[in-house]
């Protein structure tokens, strides 16, 4: 903790993420302020206005939010969901709108020749693509986002009504459970789609005998099986093509085909029922939405709070749906950033410290690079906006704002016997722990081990299909970890602030995410 002890000026680390450049923080600190004036309208104070992000490299170390600022962010946020869903409505069909024209925008671009444009066509196209982003990162934030990123206010809250709901109903059923159904969205995610496609094309192989023997024996996954029917090397080829993009996050890399193969051959070895596979994902949807119905009924919640789980619902669909859409944009960026520094004799390392202003200057209007301050932003470097201002920091200037602010200081008792944080899908699991933060830790998961994260993202899916539970540091029902918890049906807990500090592969824990409990039975 800084010297400074003024209360009034805490700042806390909201969040961090790894390996992100510039080209995605940037946008994120100059929309801020647009996504407040969005929820509360274009004359509305601005109630964040002071924050900061800390960067090492292309590390986003900690997003710093002023407390008191972020703690009436919230509050407002709540009152907005609760006396204005109209409101709240209208904005997420608004940003799932945004987002599928980003992702559509950033398709066509797949299709064009970077190397033959200009340098200032290539500019530009990198400016509307990043133009995009910043819309449908910043017109929903504040529910997706914000409005569980310190406390998981909106998900208590549910959580709170929900059990009033059980008791008044004199039934027997799990509040939890009833909160996990309540608050699940009956939208198809772009995941669950592509499982769906995925296992269609594994029933085409396993139905034709050739290709079957073929992925039964393979060995070499990285191309597709020399002999191999045509039409299913076509679909094979297609699927690839269409959803490698899915494990790319900001800086990539996006899958191989060896990664599809493998799971096809492995799947076909483990002798799947794909009928059954398919025919499940397919009806869950449906089944989610009946579930939903019966409950509301049972528990005889009335229409407007109705409303309110029908919000919450959509709005852990959208944060998912936004996210793919920036991943997908993200890894249409790279071609252009990849091609911006070829031409500006930059490594694709120098090209991430860049400003999304900074490399429009360049490119559209010639400006210089400047390499001293590049290779300065190479250690600590400060995003600071305060207001509608926003700013770089690098080098001492950039340790001297750091290090004047006043950061609230997590405690850490590493001698803890029990940790609790939020359910965001309920029931019960015992296994080992395992630290899991990016792809190449996932190989240490096994089935029915318990994975812990600071926070999950598409490329740990695979790991997360074999956890018997899933703990993270990031909380409530918007996090990527409640909404595939909730997919695959495995027990949830988020928010736990200290999870992977205090927990260790090899720990043996009780999870019961009904009471957002983790007990730790035995240490490494």
């Known amino acids: ?161 929900t059990k009033e709901f059980c008791e008044k109903s004199g039934t027997y059923i799990n509040f939890a459970k009833a909160f996990s159904v309540l608050t699940t969205s009956d939208k198809e995610s772009l995941g669950a789609k592509e499982e769906i496609e995925s296992l269609k094309i594994l029933k085409e192989i396993i139905e034709n005998e050739n290709a079957k023997k073929m992925f039964v024996s393979l060995e070499d996954y990285n191309k597709i099986p020399d002999g191999l029917d045509k039409k299913i090397a076509k679909k094979i080829q297609d699927h690839f093509e269409e959803w490698r993009w899915m494990r790319f996050t900001y800086m990539g890399p996006a899958y191989d085909i060896d990664f599809f193969l493998q799971i096809w051959a492995g799947l076909i070895r483990q002798g799947i029922d794909v009928d059954k596979e398919i025919k499940e994902r397919e009806e869950r949807l449906a089944g989610v939405r009946k579930e939903r119905t019966d409950l509301f009924e049972k528990l005889k919640v009335d229409k407007e709070f109705q409303r309110i789980y029908d919000i919450a619902a959509d709005i852990t669909n959208l944060k998912g749906y936004r996210k793919d859409c920036s991943f997908f944009g993200f890894y249409v960026l790279d071609s252009i950033l990849r091609e911006a520094a070829k031409r500006l004799y930059l490594s694709l390392g120098q090209i991430h410290l860049l400003a999304f202003w900074e490399l429009e200057k360049i490119l559209i209007h010639g400006e210089e690079v400047d390499i001293n301050e590049i290779n300065r932003r190479k250690k600590i470097v400060i995003l600071v906006s305060e207001g509608d201002k926003y700013y770089i920091l690098s080098g001492h200037q950039a340790q001297k704002f750091y290090d004047s602010k006043n950061i609230e200081e997590i405690k850490i008792d590493k001698n803890v016997k029990e940790l609790s944080g939020t359910c965001a899908c309920s029931g019960e699991a015992k296994g080992t722990v395992k630290i899991v933060n990016k792809p190449e830790e996932m190989g240490k998961m096994n089935q029915g081990d318990v994975m812990v994260s600071h926070t999950t993202f598409p490329s740990l899916v695979p790991a997360m299909k074999k956890a018997s539970a899933i703990i993270t540091e990031d909380g409530g029902i918007t996090c990527h970890a409640a909404i595939v918890a909730r997919e695959l049906g495995t027990p949830c807990i988020t928010g736990i602030k200290t999870a992977t500090k205090v927990l260790e592969d090899g720990d043996m824990v009780e999870v019961d995410a009904d009471n957002g409990i983790v007990k730790i039975i035995k240490k490494a």
């Open 1 to 161: 903790m800084k010297q400074d002890t003024s209360q009034k000026d805490i700042y806390i680390k909201n969040f961090s993420v790894e390996r992100c450049g510039y080209h995605m923080m940037t946008p994120i600190v100059y929309g801020i302020p647009n996504c407040q004036r969005i929820l509360f309208g274009q004359n509305a104070s601005l109630i964040l206005k002071d924050c900061f992000f800390r960067i090492d490299d292309v590390n986003l170390t900690g997003g710093y939010f002023h407390k008191n600022q972020i703690r009436e962010l919230i509050e407002k946020i709540i009152n907005k969901i609760l006396d204005n869903p109209e409101k709240v409505e209208k904005i997420d069909r608004e940003t799932y709108d945004i987002n599928t024209q980003y992702f559509d925008f950033a398709k066509e671009i797949l299709k064009k020749d970077l190397t033959k444009l200009s340098n200032k066509e290539l500019g530009e196209l990198y400016s509307e693509l990043s133009e995009w982003q910043e819309k449908a990162h910043q017109h929903a934030l504040t529910t997706t986002w914000f409005v569980d990123s310190d406390g998981e206010d909106l998900s208590k809250l549910l959580i709170k009504k």
